[in-house]
């Protein structure tokens, strides 16, 4: 039976010429690069939480964008400066 799909395709392809190994062998990259958009979001909504907490009102759009400058930086920072 034949797929016209083109990701079957490629996963048979990879499968017939490299295996079981083959399809799992971006496995654990692919895990590490997920990494940083999770630090990210979860730094973004402590922080928005604490400044709501802290003025007591909720968070203007230019406070968002200095929220979401800080959380790339600080998601970036953690994430791959433990990877190299």
Not at 20 to 36: F, H, K, Y
Request: charged share 15%; aromatic share 16%.
């Amino acid at each position: 039976m034949m797929f016209s799909c083109a990701a079957v395709d490629a996963l048979w392809k990879i499968y017939t010429t490299e295996g079981v190994a083959g399809l799992w062998r971006s496995t654990i990259p692919s895990a590490v690069l997920a990494v940083n958009p999770a630090v990210q979001f979860m730094v973004y909504e402590a922080l928005k939480r604490k400044l709501q907490d802290t003025f007591h009102s909720q968070v203007i759009i230019g406070q968002q964008y200095r929220l979401y400058v800080a959380a790339t930086e600080i998601g970036f920072l953690y994430s791959f400066g433990f990877c190299s």
